[in-house]
């Protein structure tokens, strides 16, 4: 419109100078064209002030609803201006807030910085509490933007402030706050210890009862941090599970030992699951541990329980083997005599009789021996056997035990020779020991050669314990032999020298005894060539 009335003025400037200066008339259809020309401007004219009129009722209407509250400041903080939004805010009427100062419509305590802010409007955001009606409040923030027009500095300094009710965010981020405030009053509550990993895999949260635990602070344990209290024997295989998981965005149940703040290694079942946010998205692990300590050695217990059936199983079938064959094999003998003796006795001679009466005897005597360790060794297994150790001079109790063996030894013309001195003392259970020395040189004497030697032995180890050894020039054994020794499940029963039978019982017997007495039993032997025991009894007693 502008370079049409441009136009127009320069068409009649034009007709007039030649009207003037030439005596010209200026022609009806000129000058209507003009006067044409400007009703068509003055009608563009009204249009646009009705365009611009209607523009600015629209803008005013944005201005007074806008969702936030608009404020025209001056320098000194009166409201030039404001929109219908800030007074429903504040519960005014808009014309009595014009000319109010704004501090006005803040508390005391916001006053200071409010005053700060009107200095600095451009430096930073304001959140504080404006009362209204009613003795209620609501949170706002204040934006302030200094118009470019404004003369900063002068009186007709302005600044414009938005006013945003952040009532209701306010509350949010209180819930939230709340919420997880709660959540960690709960994490933290019980026994489980909680941790969480990032979708990096390195770990971004450890609960206090993690941290109490191990006695070490969260930045330690952030990262892979954590793995500096796994035991260094389960750490790889503790990884190796975490990783395949996560890899997989699988559950994972795990079992390893952490160090806790005393420095011990406890048992931890760990068991992690993928973690989705409200969208879906894979933000990492969590991950629940407990301390299975007691249940792992609860079942440690169970186990040894189990070993220990499964020993008595063994020496209950050694104990009915024994009873079946080896208490047969003699009472076989001993009636078979004794039938013969009594079909056969008015035809016998002498020395037949005295035979015959031999064999009874040394029947009798083995049957009497493998009684008595039966019964000791099932006294011993049941628990009704006493242990009373007491300090007692050891070469003279061995000579009491060998009167009882001689006959064996006189029968195959073997020497028992006794290598002890008298100052050598122990301290053990007087019957247990007796039984220890019976069996061991009986079955020297057993598996010697006639004319044989056994000789019994015994020397200082230190000033707590003396080892004794027996000694004999018999058969010997082979190394599977001695591997079996001292085994109850592993069969050893051989036949003597002279035909004398052997269950094996007795080492077993003699095994449980030195060890009731914290003493070690152990063989050397050569097949041919001997072998010799050896065992270790206490000389004093211990604390």
């Known amino acids: 419109m502008t370079s049409q009335l441009s136009k127009l003025r320069e068409k009649a400037e034009k007709i007039l100078f030649e009207s003037t200066h030439h005596s010209n008339f200026v022609s009806v259809e000129d000058f209507a064209e003009i006067v044409q020309g400007l009703n068509d401007c003055h009608a563009e004219l009204q249009a646009t002030q009705l365009q611009l009129k209607e523009a600015s009722e629209r803008l005013t209407q944005w201005y007074d609803q806008a969702p936030s509250g608009y404020v025209t400041l001056d320098k000194d ?8 939004t800030f007074a429903e805010m504040v519960t005014k009427d808009g014309l009595s807030i014009k000319n109010l100062n704004f501090a006005e419509f803040i508390g005391a305590k916001d006053n200071l910085a409010f005053h700060d ?13 404006i009362p209204r009606e009613g003795n209620d409040t609501f949170c706002a923030r204040l934006v302030a933007i200094r118009p470019d027009d404004s003369d900063e500095g002068t009186d007709n300094q302005l600044i414009f402030v938005v006013v945003c009710d952040i009532s209701k965010q306010k509350i949010a981020e209180a819930l939230l706050v709340e919420s997880e405030f709660k959540y960690r009053s709960l994490v933290n509550s019980g026994k489980a210890l909680i941790w969480t990993s990032g979708p990096d895999k390195l770990c971004n949260y450890f609960n206090d009862v993690w941290l109490n635990f191990t006695g070490r602070a969260l930045e330690m344990e952030l990262g892979n941090g954590w793995m500096d209290s796994i035991h260094p024997n389960d750490l790889q295989q503790c990884l190796q599970t975490y990783w395949a998981a996560f890899d997989k965005r699988e559950p994972f149940s795990m079992e390893y030992r952490l160090r806790n703040y005393k420095g011990k290694y406890k048992w931890i079942l760990d068991k992690g699951v993928p973690h989705y946010n409200q969208f879906g998205e894979f933000v990492g692990y969590i991950g629940h541990c407990f301390d299975i300590s007691e249940i792992k050695e ?3 217990k ?5 070993e220990k059936l499964r020993k008595l199983n063994a020496e209950k079938d050694k104990f009915f083997s024994i009873i079946a064959h080896d208490l047969r094999s003699p009472f076989n003998s001993f009636l078979g005599l004794t039938q013969l003796m009594a079909e056969e006795l008015p035809r016998l001679k002498i020395s037949e009789i005295q035979y015959f009466m031999s064999s009874l005897s040394r029947s009798a005597t083995h049957l009497y021996g493998l009684l008595e360790n039966l019964l000791e060794w099932s006294s011993l297994k049941r628990g009704i056997i006493g242990f009373d150790p007491s300090v007692f001079e050891a070469k003279s109790r061995i000579l009491e035990i060998l009167q009882l063996i001689t006959e064996a030894a006189r029968s195959k013309g073997i020497d028992v020779e006794i290598l002890i001195t008298e100052e ?4 053990a259970d007087i019957k247990m020991f007796e039984s220890i020395i019976r069996n061991l040189v009986s079955n020297a004497i057993k598996f010697s050669l006639k004319g044989g030697k056994v000789v019994v032995g015994a020397t200082m180890l230190d000033d707590k314990s003396v080892q004794f050894s027996i000694k004999d020039s018999g058969i010997g054994m082979s190394n599977d032999v001695l591997e079996k020794l001292f085994r109850l499940h592993q069969q050893t029963s051989r036949i003597g020298t002279d035909g004398e039978p052997s269950s094996g019982l007795g080492l077993i017997l003699c095994k449980d005894f030195v060890e009731k007495h914290g003493g070690e039993i152990w063989a050397e032997s050569e097949e041919g060539k001997g072998s010799e025991f050896f065992f270790t009894i206490p000389c004093r007693a211990e604390n």
């Open 117 to 129: 802010f009107l200095k600095h409007p451009e430096a930073k955001n304001l959140e504080l509490k």
């Open 77 to 84: 903080g009166k409201v030039v201006q404001s929109n219908d």
């Open 424 to 427: 050598i003392q122990i301290f």
């Open 298 to 300: 609860a079942e440690a």
């Open 302 to 306: 169970i186990t040894k329980k189990n």
